[in-house]
């Protein structure tokens, strides 16, 4: 790492209890608290580099300019980072997914991770992983849980400063496995951040916020004792309630294609059938399915017969964000 300029590596996240909803908008404080599983099989890499020439931030994704929306989020995100070191110089900014972009797989996770800790880095600024997570979540709310590896809480947070994640436990805790089945690659109607916002028009948002500290206890126990069935209950009554106030708020946001519906009934039928696998479904029509590493190659043969046309992309339990090289 040179002086002004870092680089690092994360990887998005899967929620097993799912953040939708914000306490505070600006902050991006949760409504509710989160448990995820870091995804090994994709990653995102952020350069900066801090220059005193440039009259405005530079953002490039994939090599490619930025749209002006992206660019302000990212700037905004910079704005505090430079308000902790009293700094004013504006960043060349390059993102890199090894993934497809615009398939619905949350990509601003690993994205504000990985910009946090190359933008803080670069900025000499010396933090823990709390703090990191902490700032992290200022920019997208699930970014706060790729800084950890394993599997990891969110917490709702009082106010900005206890607004983290932690690790609950290590990457090679439980070898699980998520395939993602990504059937619909049209952009999403509507992105999470006015998903969020949506949130409290629905008449169920309140019971499903006031219920998640038990959905959250039920997680953490189930990853902790590595027992699939209780995982694969919570799970999707977790999904399912995120999507009933999805489908409830005005307006109403549909994300479900057939071949959602149709996944998710064929999951509930192989786990009658005795397979380890469970369904998550987040704000967009792909699913991600859940299971066993011991029975993830026979999943996936079955994931082929029922989709032939879909693309499968394998993840297992990913490491925390970290610097590299720049
Ligand atoms: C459905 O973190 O993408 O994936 O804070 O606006 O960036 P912003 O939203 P984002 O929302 C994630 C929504 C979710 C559930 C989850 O990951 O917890």
New binding site residues.
């Given amino acids: 790492m040179t002086h002004g300029a870092a680089a690092a590596v994360s990887h998005p996240?899967?929620?097993f209890?799912?953040?939708?909803g914000?306490r505070q908008d600006a902050l991006?404080l949760?409504a509710n608290g989160?448990i995820?599983m870091t995804l090994r099989g994709l990653l995102t890499r952020t350069s900066v580099r801090f220059d005193p020439q440039l009259r405005a931030d530079q953002l490039t994704v994939n090599g490619l300019p930025a749209s002006e929306q992206a660019r302000l989020r990212v700037s905004a995100h910079l704005d505090y980072i430079r308000g902790l070191n009293r700094s004013s110089e504006h960043a060349v900014v390059e993102s890199q997914n090894d993934f497809p972009s615009a398939v619905g797989l949350?990509s601003?996770?690993s994205a504000?991770a990985s910009l946090t800790l190359a933008a803080c880095a670069a900025a000499a600024l010396e933090l823990d992983p709390r703090d990191l997570s902490r700032i992290a979540?200022r920019?997208?709310?699930?970014?706060c849980?790729s800084v950890f590896g394993g599997f990891v809480e969110?917490y709702t947070g009082e106010a900005d400063l206890d607004g983290y994640a932690q690790p609950i436990a290590a990457p090679d805790h439980w070898d699980l496995v998520d395939w993602i089945v990504i059937t619909n690659q049209a952009p999403k109607p509507v992105?999470?951040?006015e998903?969020?916002r949506l949130a409290a028009t629905s008449p169920l948002q309140t019971a499903r916020v006031a219920d998640a500290p038990r959905r959250l206890d039920l997680c953490r126990q189930a990853i902790l004792q590595r027992d699939f069935a209780a995982l694969a209950s919570v799970v999707e009554l977790d999904s399912n309630l995120?999507h009933a106030v999805m489908l409830t708020s005005q307006p109403a946001l549909l994300y479900w294609q057939p071949e959602t519906v149709e996944l998710m009934r064929s999951v509930s039928h192989w786990r009658d059938q005795g397979l380890s696998i469970c369904y998550t479904v987040?704000?967009g029509p792909n699913v991600h399915c859940l299971c066993l590493g011991e029975q993830a190659e026979q999943i996936r043969l079955q994931l082929e017969s029922l989709l032939p046309e879909a693309r499968l992309i394998r993840s297992g339990v990913g490491g925390p964000a970290h610097l590299v090289t720049a």
């Fill in positions: 996240n899967i929620a209890i799912k953040y939708w914000n991006r949760p989160s995820s949350a601003s996770a504000f979540r920019g997208s709310g699930s970014a849980r969110a992105g999470s951040s998903g969020h995120m987040d704000a």
